[in-house]
Protein backbone atom coordinates (compact mmCIF):
# COMPACT_ATOMS: atom_id res chain seq x y z
CA UNK A 1 0.00 0.00 0.00
CA UNK A 2 1.36 3.45 -1.12
CA UNK A 3 2.29 5.94 2.03
CA UNK A 4 1.85 8.56 -0.77
CA UNK A 5 -1.23 11.62 -0.41
CA UNK A 6 -2.83 11.10 -3.21
CA UNK A 7 -3.07 14.44 -3.91
CA UNK A 8 0.10 14.58 -4.49
CA UNK A 9 -0.17 13.22 -8.09
CA UNK A 10 -2.39 16.06 -9.11
CA UNK A 11 0.66 17.91 -10.58
CA UNK A 12 1.58 15.04 -12.90
CA UNK A 13 -2.25 14.33 -14.03
CA UNK A 14 -2.63 17.69 -14.83
CA UNK A 15 0.47 17.83 -16.62
CA UNK A 16 -0.31 14.51 -18.56
CA UNK A 17 -3.82 16.18 -19.16
CA UNK A 18 -2.48 18.96 -20.61
CA UNK A 19 0.51 17.11 -22.61
CA UNK A 20 -2.05 14.63 -24.49
CA UNK A 21 -4.66 18.25 -24.97
CA UNK A 22 -2.06 19.11 -26.94
CA UNK A 23 -1.35 15.82 -28.92
CA UNK A 24 -4.19 15.09 -29.18
CA UNK A 25 -6.61 18.47 -29.19
CA UNK A 26 -10.04 16.48 -30.87
CA UNK A 27 -10.30 13.28 -29.16
CA UNK A 28 -12.24 10.10 -30.71
CA UNK A 29 -15.90 9.83 -29.40
CA UNK A 30 -16.28 6.41 -27.29
CA UNK A 31 -18.71 4.21 -27.73
CA UNK A 32 -21.20 4.34 -24.09
CA UNK A 33 -21.56 0.85 -23.68
CA UNK A 34 -17.71 0.42 -24.64
CA UNK A 35 -16.18 2.80 -22.59
CA UNK A 36 -18.24 1.74 -19.02
CA UNK A 37 -16.73 -1.84 -20.16
CA UNK A 38 -13.27 -0.47 -20.94
CA UNK A 39 -12.77 1.66 -17.68
CA UNK A 40 -14.80 -0.54 -15.74
CA UNK A 41 -17.20 2.16 -14.37
CA UNK A 42 -19.40 -0.10 -12.17
CA UNK A 43 -19.13 0.15 -8.35
CA UNK A 44 -16.98 -2.71 -6.99
CA UNK A 45 -17.71 -4.77 -4.06
CA UNK A 46 -14.26 -4.71 -2.81
CA UNK A 47 -11.95 -1.43 -2.98
CA UNK A 48 -8.93 -0.37 -4.63
CA UNK A 49 -6.07 0.74 -3.68
CA UNK A 50 -4.90 4.69 -4.08
CA UNK A 51 -1.98 4.13 -6.64
CA UNK A 52 -4.90 1.85 -8.60
CA UNK A 53 -7.55 4.64 -8.51
CA UNK A 54 -4.70 7.49 -9.28
CA UNK A 55 -3.77 5.01 -12.61
CA UNK A 56 -7.81 4.64 -13.79
CA UNK A 57 -8.43 8.22 -12.86
CA UNK A 58 -5.60 8.88 -15.71
CA UNK A 59 -7.48 6.56 -18.05
CA UNK A 60 -10.43 8.45 -17.67
CA UNK A 61 -9.38 11.59 -18.06
CA UNK A 62 -7.53 11.11 -21.21
CA UNK A 63 -10.56 9.47 -22.53
CA UNK A 64 -12.60 12.94 -21.92
CA UNK A 65 -13.01 15.86 -24.49
CA UNK A 66 -10.84 18.22 -24.03
CA UNK A 67 -13.28 21.20 -23.98
CA UNK A 68 -10.82 23.83 -22.68
CA UNK A 69 -8.81 23.21 -26.16
CA UNK A 70 -8.31 25.64 -28.80
CA UNK A 71 -9.49 23.07 -30.71
CA UNK A 72 -12.84 22.58 -29.48
CA UNK A 73 -15.90 25.06 -30.82
CA UNK A 74 -19.25 23.30 -29.21
CA UNK A 75 -21.50 25.31 -27.35
CA UNK A 76 -20.09 28.12 -24.78
CA UNK A 77 -17.09 27.05 -23.88
CA UNK A 78 -14.53 30.03 -22.94
CA UNK A 79 -11.09 28.06 -22.45
CA UNK A 80 -8.82 27.92 -19.73
CA UNK A 81 -7.02 30.38 -17.58
CA UNK A 82 -4.48 28.89 -15.75
CA UNK A 83 -4.59 31.48 -12.77
CA UNK A 84 -8.46 30.44 -12.49
CA UNK A 85 -7.83 26.83 -12.40
CA UNK A 86 -4.70 26.86 -10.03
CA UNK A 87 -7.72 28.65 -7.51
CA UNK A 88 -10.49 25.39 -8.76
CA UNK A 89 -7.85 22.98 -7.27
CA UNK A 90 -7.10 24.71 -4.25
CA UNK A 91 -11.33 25.34 -3.88
CA UNK A 92 -12.00 21.69 -3.89
CA UNK A 93 -8.89 21.00 -1.51
CA UNK A 94 -10.15 23.20 1.22
CA UNK A 95 -13.88 22.39 0.53
CA UNK A 96 -15.14 25.00 2.75
CA UNK A 97 -19.12 25.94 2.56
CA UNK A 98 -20.29 29.51 1.71
CA UNK A 99 -22.62 30.17 4.15
CA UNK A 100 -21.01 31.75 6.97
CA UNK A 101 -18.11 33.89 8.12
CA UNK A 102 -17.56 31.26 10.87
CA UNK A 103 -16.47 28.64 8.66
CA UNK A 104 -15.39 30.14 5.30
CA UNK A 105 -13.90 33.12 6.46
CA UNK A 106 -11.94 35.58 3.69
CA UNK A 107 -13.47 33.61 0.83
CA UNK A 108 -16.82 35.69 2.15
CA UNK A 109 -15.07 38.63 2.31
CA UNK A 110 -13.51 37.74 -1.51
CA UNK A 111 -17.32 36.61 -2.94
CA UNK A 112 -18.38 40.71 -1.58
CA UNK A 113 -15.84 41.86 -3.39
CA UNK A 114 -16.23 40.75 -6.40
CA UNK A 115 -20.42 40.96 -6.35
CA UNK A 116 -19.58 44.61 -5.81
CA UNK A 117 -17.28 45.00 -8.53
CA UNK A 118 -19.20 43.27 -11.32
CA UNK A 119 -22.25 45.29 -9.77
CA UNK A 120 -20.55 48.75 -10.35
CA UNK A 121 -19.70 47.46 -14.02
CA UNK A 122 -23.55 46.23 -14.92
CA UNK A 123 -24.50 49.90 -13.16
CA UNK A 124 -26.41 47.97 -10.31
CA UNK A 125 -24.35 49.69 -7.80
CA UNK A 126 -25.53 49.58 -4.37
CA UNK A 127 -28.40 46.43 -4.87
CA UNK A 128 -27.71 42.77 -3.94
CA UNK A 129 -26.01 40.25 -5.29
CA UNK A 130 -25.35 36.26 -5.25
CA UNK A 131 -23.41 33.33 -6.54
CA UNK A 132 -24.84 30.51 -7.71
CA UNK A 133 -24.27 27.02 -9.69
CA UNK A 134 -25.13 28.55 -13.35
CA UNK A 135 -26.95 30.66 -15.32
CA UNK A 136 -30.33 28.91 -15.00
CA UNK A 137 -29.97 28.84 -11.45
CA UNK A 138 -29.27 33.00 -11.71
CA UNK A 139 -32.38 32.96 -13.86
CA UNK A 140 -34.27 30.80 -11.63
CA UNK A 141 -33.46 33.57 -8.66
CA UNK A 142 -34.59 36.12 -10.50
CA UNK A 143 -37.81 34.94 -11.40
CA UNK A 144 -38.37 33.83 -7.58
CA UNK A 145 -38.03 37.09 -7.06
CA UNK A 146 -40.02 38.77 -9.86
CA UNK A 147 -42.77 36.39 -9.08
CA UNK A 148 -42.56 37.27 -4.92
CA UNK A 149 -42.19 40.69 -5.78
CA UNK A 150 -45.42 40.83 -7.82
CA UNK A 151 -47.54 39.04 -4.89
CA UNK A 152 -45.85 39.44 -1.76
CA UNK A 153 -48.27 36.57 0.20
CA UNK A 154 -46.34 34.21 -2.32
CA UNK A 155 -43.92 32.99 -0.20
CA UNK A 156 -45.94 32.24 2.95
CA UNK A 157 -49.31 30.92 1.28
CA UNK A 158 -48.33 30.25 -2.43
CA UNK A 159 -49.70 31.22 -5.24
CA UNK A 160 -53.60 31.41 -5.40
CA UNK A 161 -55.92 32.36 -8.26
CA UNK A 162 -55.14 34.52 -11.69
CA UNK A 163 -52.83 34.03 -14.54
CA UNK A 164 -49.37 35.27 -14.42
CA UNK A 165 -47.55 35.68 -17.60
CA UNK A 166 -43.67 36.14 -18.30
CA UNK A 167 -42.02 37.39 -21.55
CA UNK A 168 -39.29 36.54 -22.85
CA UNK A 169 -37.64 36.62 -26.48
CA UNK A 170 -38.38 34.08 -28.90
CA UNK A 171 -34.36 33.04 -28.76
CA UNK A 172 -34.23 33.06 -25.10
CA UNK A 173 -32.62 30.35 -23.23
CA UNK A 174 -34.49 27.37 -22.20
CA UNK A 175 -33.90 27.84 -18.51
CA UNK A 176 -36.68 30.52 -18.80
CA UNK A 177 -39.73 27.97 -19.63
CA UNK A 178 -37.91 25.32 -17.40
CA UNK A 179 -37.67 27.30 -14.52
CA UNK A 180 -41.59 28.65 -14.80
CA UNK A 181 -42.49 25.18 -14.07
CA UNK A 182 -40.41 24.82 -11.20
CA UNK A 183 -41.20 27.58 -9.62
CA UNK A 184 -45.08 27.35 -10.17
CA UNK A 185 -45.21 30.01 -12.71
CA UNK A 186 -46.44 27.61 -15.22
CA UNK A 187 -44.47 26.50 -18.80
CA UNK A 188 -47.22 27.86 -20.51
CA UNK A 189 -47.63 31.03 -19.04
CA UNK A 190 -43.95 31.91 -20.76
CA UNK A 191 -44.82 34.19 -23.75
CA UNK A 192 -42.68 34.48 -26.33
CA UNK A 193 -41.78 37.81 -27.93
CA UNK A 194 -40.99 37.96 -31.31
CA UNK A 195 -37.68 38.74 -32.76
CA UNK A 196 -36.14 40.49 -35.85
CA UNK A 197 -34.04 39.27 -38.69
CA UNK A 198 -30.96 39.61 -36.22
CA UNK A 199 -32.32 37.74 -33.34
CA UNK A 200 -33.21 40.68 -30.82
CA UNK A 201 -36.83 41.02 -29.06
CA UNK A 202 -38.83 43.19 -30.92
CA UNK A 203 -40.21 45.74 -28.17
CA UNK A 204 -43.42 47.21 -29.93
CA UNK A 205 -44.55 42.95 -29.99
CA UNK A 206 -43.87 43.42 -26.12
CA UNK A 207 -45.85 46.21 -25.45
CA UNK A 208 -49.07 44.70 -27.95
CA UNK A 209 -48.68 41.87 -25.98
CA UNK A 210 -48.29 42.87 -22.45
CA UNK A 211 -51.34 44.98 -22.91
CA UNK A 212 -53.75 42.53 -24.52
CA UNK A 213 -52.72 40.03 -21.51
CA UNK A 214 -53.71 43.00 -18.96
CA UNK A 215 -57.01 43.31 -20.74
CA UNK A 216 -57.80 39.90 -20.69
CA UNK A 217 -57.64 39.54 -17.02
CA UNK A 218 -54.01 38.14 -16.61
CA UNK A 219 -51.26 39.18 -14.73
CA UNK A 220 -48.00 39.92 -16.51
CA UNK A 221 -45.20 39.51 -13.94
CA UNK A 222 -41.95 40.05 -15.73
CA UNK A 223 -39.76 40.49 -18.98
CA UNK A 224 -36.41 38.75 -19.01
CA UNK A 225 -34.53 40.04 -22.07
CA UNK A 226 -31.58 38.36 -23.56
CA UNK A 227 -28.17 39.86 -23.52
CA UNK A 228 -26.10 37.16 -25.93
CA UNK A 229 -28.49 34.80 -27.20
CA UNK A 230 -27.57 31.17 -27.34
CA UNK A 231 -27.39 30.71 -31.23
CA UNK A 232 -27.10 34.20 -32.78
CA UNK A 233 -25.59 36.12 -29.87
CA UNK A 234 -27.91 38.75 -30.01
CA UNK A 235 -28.62 41.86 -27.62
CA UNK A 236 -32.16 42.99 -27.11
CA UNK A 237 -32.37 46.25 -26.73
CA UNK A 238 -32.53 46.75 -23.01
CA UNK A 239 -33.32 50.56 -23.02
CA UNK A 240 -36.78 50.31 -25.06
CA UNK A 241 -37.77 47.19 -23.16
CA UNK A 242 -37.30 49.12 -19.80
CA UNK A 243 -39.46 51.85 -20.89
CA UNK A 244 -42.34 49.21 -22.06
CA UNK A 245 -41.23 47.58 -18.21
CA UNK A 246 -42.25 50.66 -16.72
CA UNK A 247 -45.01 51.36 -18.25
CA UNK A 248 -46.74 47.80 -17.33
CA UNK A 249 -44.83 47.26 -13.68
CA UNK A 250 -43.01 44.32 -15.04
CA UNK A 251 -39.77 43.20 -13.30
CA UNK A 252 -36.90 43.70 -16.10
CA UNK A 253 -34.43 40.71 -15.70
CA UNK A 254 -31.93 40.56 -18.47
CA UNK A 255 -29.94 37.36 -18.88
CA UNK A 256 -26.75 38.55 -19.77
CA UNK A 257 -25.01 34.62 -18.79
CA UNK A 258 -23.83 34.53 -22.06
CA UNK A 259 -23.11 38.02 -23.35
CA UNK A 260 -22.64 39.95 -19.98
CA UNK A 261 -18.59 39.73 -20.06
CA UNK A 262 -19.40 42.34 -23.03
CA UNK A 263 -19.07 44.39 -19.90
CA UNK A 264 -15.69 44.10 -19.29
CA UNK A 265 -14.74 45.85 -22.99
CA UNK A 266 -15.46 49.90 -23.91
CA UNK A 267 -15.72 48.11 -27.30
CA UNK A 268 -18.77 46.02 -26.39
CA UNK A 269 -20.44 47.51 -22.96
CA UNK A 270 -22.61 49.30 -25.84
CA UNK A 271 -24.41 46.66 -26.20
CA UNK A 272 -25.99 46.39 -22.91
CA UNK A 273 -26.99 50.32 -23.10
CA UNK A 274 -29.87 50.60 -20.31
CA UNK A 275 -29.07 47.98 -17.80
CA UNK A 276 -28.53 50.19 -15.33
CA UNK A 277 -32.73 50.19 -15.46
CA UNK A 278 -33.16 46.61 -15.24
CA UNK A 279 -34.54 45.05 -11.79
CA UNK A 280 -31.77 42.16 -11.94
CA UNK A 281 -29.06 40.78 -13.88
CA UNK A 282 -27.17 37.19 -14.85
CA UNK A 283 -23.83 37.23 -15.31
CA UNK A 284 -21.52 34.01 -16.28
CA UNK A 285 -17.90 33.97 -15.67
CA UNK A 286 -17.59 30.11 -17.05
CA UNK A 287 -18.32 31.51 -20.49
CA UNK A 288 -16.28 33.89 -22.10
CA UNK A 289 -14.31 35.11 -19.08
CA UNK A 290 -12.02 31.45 -19.12
CA UNK A 291 -12.89 30.81 -15.69
CA UNK A 292 -13.85 27.28 -14.73
CA UNK A 293 -17.55 25.85 -14.63
CA UNK A 294 -19.69 26.76 -13.16
CA UNK A 295 -19.12 30.27 -11.48
CA UNK A 296 -22.63 32.51 -12.28
CA UNK A 297 -23.54 35.73 -10.46
CA UNK A 298 -26.89 37.15 -10.02
CA UNK A 299 -27.31 41.23 -9.31
CA UNK A 300 -30.45 42.98 -8.49
CA UNK A 301 -30.60 46.66 -8.42
CA UNK A 302 -32.51 47.26 -5.18
CA UNK A 303 -30.83 46.08 -1.41
CA UNK A 304 -32.14 43.83 0.26
CA UNK A 305 -33.71 41.24 -1.90
CA UNK A 306 -31.95 38.27 -2.03
CA UNK A 307 -32.86 38.17 2.03
CA UNK A 308 -36.28 38.91 1.96
CA UNK A 309 -37.02 36.19 -0.55
CA UNK A 310 -34.34 33.57 0.28
CA UNK A 311 -33.53 34.02 4.10
CA UNK A 312 -34.73 31.66 6.69
CA UNK A 313 -33.89 31.33 9.92
CA UNK A 314 -31.52 28.49 11.31
CA UNK A 315 -30.15 29.12 14.69
CA UNK A 316 -28.03 26.07 14.37
CA UNK A 317 -26.36 27.90 11.17
CA UNK A 318 -26.26 31.42 11.95
CA UNK A 319 -25.04 31.74 15.23
CA UNK A 320 -22.75 34.69 14.75
CA UNK A 321 -21.48 38.07 12.52
CA UNK A 322 -23.75 40.32 10.98
CA UNK A 323 -25.81 38.63 7.92
CA UNK A 324 -23.56 40.51 5.53
CA UNK A 325 -21.00 38.07 6.75
CA UNK A 326 -23.26 35.13 6.13
CA UNK A 327 -23.66 34.33 2.65
CA UNK A 328 -26.49 31.41 3.93
CA UNK A 329 -28.81 33.95 4.64
CA UNK A 330 -29.56 35.12 0.82
CA UNK A 331 -28.63 32.61 -1.10
CA UNK A 332 -30.63 29.45 -3.30
CA UNK A 333 -28.40 26.61 -0.85
CA UNK A 334 -27.16 26.26 2.51
CA UNK A 335 -24.44 23.71 1.79
CA UNK A 336 -22.68 26.15 -1.03
CA UNK A 337 -19.28 25.65 -2.79
CA UNK A 338 -16.75 28.39 -2.91
CA UNK A 339 -16.98 29.72 -6.84
CA UNK A 340 -15.46 33.12 -6.26
CA UNK A 341 -12.09 32.06 -5.40
CA UNK A 342 -10.70 31.71 -8.96
CA UNK A 343 -12.95 34.38 -10.64
CA UNK A 344 -10.92 36.47 -8.13
CA UNK A 345 -7.78 35.14 -8.70
CA UNK A 346 -8.03 35.79 -12.15
CA UNK A 347 -9.43 39.33 -11.93
CA UNK A 348 -6.02 39.86 -9.54
CA UNK A 349 -3.65 38.21 -12.09
CA UNK A 350 -5.89 40.66 -15.02
CA UNK A 351 -7.11 44.09 -13.71
CA UNK A 352 -9.87 45.38 -15.43
CA UNK A 353 -7.59 46.62 -18.13
CA UNK A 354 -6.11 43.14 -18.57
CA UNK A 355 -9.78 41.28 -19.19
CA UNK A 356 -10.55 44.61 -21.65
CA UNK A 357 -7.22 43.20 -23.74
CA UNK A 358 -9.13 39.74 -23.63
CA UNK A 359 -12.64 40.04 -24.19
CA UNK A 360 -10.84 42.47 -27.56
CA UNK A 361 -9.19 40.16 -28.56
CA UNK A 362 -11.80 37.53 -28.78
CA UNK A 363 -13.88 40.47 -30.77
CA UNK A 364 -11.11 40.45 -33.05
CA UNK A 365 -11.26 36.40 -33.58
CA UNK A 366 -14.92 36.35 -33.53
CA UNK A 367 -14.92 39.18 -36.15
CA UNK A 368 -12.05 37.28 -38.26
CA UNK A 369 -13.88 33.41 -38.42
CA UNK A 370 -16.97 35.87 -39.23
CA UNK A 371 -14.81 36.81 -42.35
CA UNK A 372 -14.03 33.77 -43.31
CA UNK A 373 -17.09 32.68 -43.53
CA UNK A 374 -18.41 34.96 -45.70
CA UNK A 375 -15.81 34.42 -48.12
CA UNK A 376 -16.20 31.21 -48.26
CA UNK A 377 -19.50 30.03 -46.71
CA UNK A 378 -19.12 26.41 -47.81
Known sequence: MSTVNPLEHISHLVQDLLDSERSTPVRPTLDPEDAERMFGLAIPKDGSSADEIVGRLREVVLATPTTSGPRFYNQLFGGREPVATLAEMLTAAMNISMYTYKVAGVQVLIERVLLEHMANLAGLSGGDGLFTPGGSMSN????IIARNEADASV?????????????TSAEAHYSVRKNA???GLGRENVRKVPVDAAGRMIPKELERMARLDRDGGSLPVMVIATAGTTVMGAFDPIGPIAGIAGQHGLWLHVDGAYG???LLSGQSAPLLAGLDRADSFAWDAHKAMGVPLTCSVLLTRKPGLMTRHFDESATYLFQQDSDSLNPGTRSLQCGRRNDALKLWALWQHLGDAGFARRTDRQLALASHVRGVVQRDPM
Do not use: D, E, F, L
Not at 140 to 143: D, F, I, K, L
Open 140 to 143: MAAM
Open 181 to 183: GMI
Open 260 to 262: GSA
Open 155 to 167: RNHGMTGGRRVVY
